[in-house]
């Protein structure tokens, strides 16, 4: 008899605040960064990346910053001396007129600020009190009182601030979508140049993306200076006034424009230098920073790892040589393992659909989209129906004797009823084709209330969805004619004391009623969360981020009374609804305390799937596979008595049984360099038993030989960035992503931000074996801008245990979250809890060598920037990060998957016509949005920055972005060819993606006690990286698969 864990049970006092922690979005001040370094990364290094300089006003001296750290170097070369040090990312640094003083960006104390060194005493004073913001360039006024800096959220503008502190004061605020940066202070000083764009960057960008503009400090007019096509940024003045020099694109390079300005004549200066920044953030400038020497006759700039001085006159250039002998401090490392069991029986991963019985004593759900009903809170759960189709989103009648629930086969939806003890067959109430979602049934148990739409929206296309909500209507409890109430405006059907009034939640009208005709909508209540950030790209390219208060996802009204709970970020808010007359009430709820009517925040550590009970005196929920209740007082300032429960649900896990012994095939262990060119792989069961040349094993007499000949073998491939286009809330029981993937070859995958849960229960169902796919690991919704607010490091430890306590995710995506303290209060706290932590590039190099610095295990996407240099490159390789390109979205250029789907005959390719519904396919091909020629693209120089970083230590992986699925895992694989050796692309796709997710112990390489992962390929990828898709048959956990259809082979049958 299987024994279930008790509740655990724990009364909570949770006041109208969250106990411990401060409301406010911004981390908590201190006077440095909470991380401390405990690697040593040793830096000796004559070349730099992105190396951002200034020459003193006295021209014996240039400043320069590297990874970090400001250095002084005379103006002639030689020993860079060192004037910062430690784990904070010092940039762009900017003599004062009168050189005394280098003002410089720093998050030294947690955020982006403006700070001023003093160069006698080396003391510095922070002159900025930002604590979320952007800066992205600064220049002092000529008196050397003033700095103008570019700073904001998501899109900065130019502000003058004093040197001594203050607020300061925005120059250029308007437009709203301006983006200003690389302010260059005129010799009068009463005129600005900046570089301007529209919005923060744009994927595949048109040119031109930035051009120059002036403001007028006296009459306050921004004026455009230039329209080049390939656009005009990074201003620089000479001394005298005579010339300015920027930078623009020049065919597919970069190059440096003398512009004389009494004349306006210009001429290319130098060509090509350091690749710009404009198809990223630009997060250290479009371009690094340089400067013209005090005499004006030279141009001091860093281009091809080197300091460069560029004689205007001749336009001759001679390198400043120098040296930087360093060591670096950095974040602890994380390399935390995560051995695979062969267990027959599992148990399942994940709860949906929660809804209590109307006398709080059964409570049912759902786990791999089969519905469940057991005994509240003790008992054991049972299945309640013998169906096949996907069962979710149970509802309980008024007399607890029925449940209704929703049912979708991959073709049709159908809305159900059945008993609460599985002895009686379901019911199917409606005959009508189409989707149905959300059943609620009536106070009087006559009728059920639902949200429809048409069936073929959901079926047609992975992507095409949107027809899954289009009205609200109702059937009897006993079946029959569906009638219409209203457009779907919102979801969520419920019902609150009054029965004739039915309550939906939107996010623009907040939650509302109708009555059943339809008609007579009354607004209650709009919320609104924390303060965090959001992104949109409303206009086209314009993307933009900026401040703003989480919304609901949902809003529920008590059955009972006037309370109401909301969901915002995954966190319960409880509000007693005010009575206002005409006036909707709003309430903000980020800060409880200032609140405008009194709110409880009930959860520590967030919930999903939240409901009431019958009289609304009961909140339950669920984590993962723990099912959580919060019974609430009379009062809304009574204590909470929290308690949960693990469910564990044993579900049968799938495993070849047998063995075989493939023989005489070349195999690519990935164990170092081996290639066994004629080799044996004995498999038995689910595992590779042995290894060795041709004729070495010795294998019992009934094993079945495999003749494997003239075909080669590697490991599955691991595709660690899959972003998996998973059908959600109605789950399909095999998605097209899946089975392409398998088809592929991609035999293990990681999503690193699958935003909701339900790939949760697509993994249960993968093992199981009733969905064929590989095997599917996540990160879980990631811990993003858009969600947390970060406060402290214990409240980072509590939202990292929704990952280790509830999800068992093993790894985590930190997407760009808030600032540098912030960032590190999360790796510290996962740190402590064994998770690996990956980030997202976001198309910052900035941000990237921070949490380099940091000790973050994993990146996400190319550094935009290119090329990298000895110095990066042996901070990486020391650091040993799990570094994932995703080059079919090329950070910095046009993406590569263009160049495949304007190169590739995909049409023709009969395995895709096979395994790809045709609308999702010509969605894909047809209609491309761009087109470039192909040195258009970055994809080769990012692939020779993997290289580079793989040849110092890096974990270069493969992470195909679900850009094309199937297929397009071989397309990164074959972009990550054009600057990597065929075995090292191979490495990338097996075992460091294996590597990088701690599961190298069982996977990625062929070798004894690893699973049987294998794609056996008709030639060889080692002669040409593109025979990767020529794939006879696919092994996963043992199990042969036709390449071709994904048709199950026994080996007998080969």
């Known amino acids: 008899m299987r024994k279930y864990k008790i509740w655990i049970i724990r009364a909570i006092l949770i006041g109208l605040s969250y106990p411990g922690l401060n409301t406010c979005l911004y981390a908590q001040e201190t006077n440095e960064l909470p991380l401390k ?263 001091i700039a860093a281009y091809g790892g080197k300091i460069q001085a560029i004689n205007l006159a001749d336009k001759k250039v001679e390198q400043i040589p120098f040296r930087v002998k360093t060591t670096l401090a950095i974040g602890p490392a994380l390399d935390f393992k995560f051995p695979i069991e062969d267990q027959d029986e599992f148990m399942a991963s994940q709860i949906r659909d929660l809804a209590l019985s109307p006398d709080s004593k059964k409570l049912a759900f759902t786990v791999a989209d089969r519905l469940y009903v057991m005994d509240y809170p003790n008992g054991k759960p049972i299945r309640v129906t013998n169906m096949e189709q996907t069962e979710a989103q149970p509802a309980w009648s008024p007399d607890g004797h029925s449940l209704a629930f929703v049912t979708w086969d991959g073709n049709q939806g159908a809305l159900y009823t059945c008993g609460v003890n599985g002895k009686t067959a379901p019911k199917k109430l409606t005959e009508q084709p189409g989707l149905f979602q959300e059943p609620a049934w009536s106070a009087n148990g006559e009728r059920i209330v639902f949200v429809a739409g048409k069936a073929a929206a959901n079926r047609i296309g992975t992507s095409n969805t949107m027809g899954g ?156 596979a723990v099912a959580m209740r919060y019974e609430l007082g009379t009062k809304l300032s009574d204590s909470v008595v929290f308690a949960e429960r693990k469910l564990e649900i044993p579900l049968k896990a799938m495993h070849y049984k ?89 035999t293990t995958t990681r999503n690193p931000q699958p935003h909701v849960t339900d790939i949760l229960t697509y993994q249960d169902k993968v093992r199981t074996g009733e969905t064929l796919g590989p095997r599917i690991y996540s990160t879980g919704p990631g811990v993003g801008y858009w969600g947390y607010a970060i406060k402290s490091l214990d409240h980072a430890r509590q939202v990292l245990k929704q990952y280790t306590q509830y999800f068992d995710t093993k790894t985590l995506k930190m997407y760009a979250v808030g600032n540098r303290k912030q960032r590190q209060w999360i790796i510290m706290a996962a740190k402590e809890q064994g998770l690996l932590p990956t980030t997202e590039g976001n198309l910052d190099f900035k941000l990237g060598i921070t949490e380099l610095l940091d000790g973050y295990p994993g990146h996400e996407h190319a550094h935009p920037i290119t090329a990298l240099y000895n110095d990066f490159t042996t901070l990486s390789g020391t650091a040993q990060i799990a570094y994932t390109p995703t080059l079919l979205i090329s950070y910095g250029g046009p993406n590569a998957e263009n160049y495949f789907y304007t190169h590739e005959d995909i049409l023709g390719d009969k395995k895709i016509k096979r395994l790809m519904p045709k609308e999702e396919l010509d969605r894909k091909i047809r209609r491309r949005p761009i087109w470039a020629l192909d040195e258009e693209y970055l994809f080769p120089q990012h692939a020779k920055a993997a290289k580079a970083m793989a040849v110092k230590g890096t974990v270069v992986c493969i992470g195909a972005h679900s850009q094309f699925q199937g297929l397009g895992y071989h397309w990164e694989m074959w972009a990550l060819g054009a600057g990597m050796e065929p075995l090292d692309v191979l490495k990338a796709a097996t075992i460091n993606g294996a590597r990088a997710i701690g599961l190298d112990g069982d996977l990625g390489s062929i070798e004894p006690g690893k699973l049987a992962d294998l794609v056996i390929m008709e030639k060889n990828p080692m002669e040409d990286l593109r025979h990767t898709n020529t794939i006879k048959y696919v092994v996963k956990d043992g199990q042969f698969y036709n390449g071709d259809d994904l048709e199950k082979i026994m080996p007998d049958a080969l």
């Open 37 to 299: 370094g405990t690697r040593e990364v040793q830096i000796d290094t004559d070349e730099a990346t992105w190396l951002a300089l200034d020459v003193a006003p006295d021209g014996k001296t240039l400043v320069f910053s590297l990874l970090g750290d400001l250095y002084e170097l005379p103006i002639n070369g030689g020993e860079a001396k060192a004037l910062t040090s430690g784990i904070a990312m010092d940039v762009q640094p900017k003599y004062s007129p009168d050189g005394k003083s280098i003002a410089f960006i720093s998050d030294r104390n947690g955020a982006e600020n403006v700070w001023i060194l003093d160069v006698a005493s080396g003391t510095y004073e922070q002159v900025t009190k930002s604590t979320d913001e952007y800066m992205e360039g600064l220049s002092w006024t000529r008196d050397g009182q003033y700095l103008i800096v570019s700073k904001g959220v998501g899109i900065p503008k130019l502000h003058i601030v004093h040197r001594n502190g203050g607020a300061g004061s925005a120059l250029t605020p308007e437009p709203a979508n301006m983006k200003a940066i690389e302010p260059a202070v005129a010799v009068n000083d009463s005129l600005i140049w900046f570089a301007r764009r529209t919005g923060m960057w744009d994927y595949n960008a048109q040119f031109p993306q930035y051009q120059l503009n002036s403001y007028d400090r006296v009459t306050g007019k921004v004026e455009v200076k230039t329209s080049r096509y390939g656009s005009a940024f990074s201003p620089t003045l000479s001394p005298d006034g005579q010339w300015l020099v920027y930078g623009t694109r020049y065919d597919e390079h970069t190059a440096l424009v003398l512009h004389q300005l009494a004349t306006g004549e210009e001429e290319v200066l130098a060509h090509p230098v350091q690749r710009d920044d404009q198809e990223a953030l630009a997060a250290m400038g479009v371009l690094p920073t340089m400067a013209f020497t005090p005499d004006s006759k030279k141009l």
């Open 469 to 624: 909500r289009e009205w609200i209507g109702w059937i009897a409890a006993t079946g029959g004619d569906i009638h219409h109430i209203a457009k779907a405006e919102g979801s969520n059907p419920h019902f609150g004391e009054d029965e004739n009034r039915i309550f939906l939640y939107s996010n623009a009208e907040g939650l509302y009623s109708i009555n059943w005709s339809g008609h007579d909508k009354k607004q209650h209540l709009k919320l609104s969360g924390i303060r965090t950030y959001a992104f949109s790209n409303d206009h086209g390219g314009e993307f933009q981020f900026f401040r703003s208060n989480a919304q609901p996802s949902v809003i529920k009204i008590a059955p009972k009374g006037n309370k109401a709970f909301a969901k915002i970020s995954n966190e319960i808010y409880v509000v007693e609804i005010p009575m206002l007359g005409n006036t909707v009430p709003v309430i903000h709820v980020a800060d409880v305390q200032q609140a405008e009517f009194p709110v409880k925040k009930i959860t520590e550590i967030g919930c999903e799937f939240p409901s009431w009970n019958s009289d609304g005196s009961v909140i339950y929920g669920a984590l993962g």
């Open 658 to 746: 047998g063995d075989y012994l493939l023989q005489g095939a070349r195999v690519l262990t990935m164990k170092g360099n081996e290639v066994l060119e004629e080799g044996d792989v004995w498999v038995k069961n689910n595992r590779i038993e042995r290894v060795g040349k041709t004729g070495t094993l010795s294998v019992p007499a009934n094993t079945k030989r495999v003749d494997m000949s003239g075909y080669t073998v590697s490991p599955g491939f691991i595709d660690i960035h899959d972003h998996g286009s998973l059908p959600l809330t109605l789950h399909e029981k095999q998605p097209t992503s899946l089975a392409l993937n398998l088809a592929y070859g991609v």
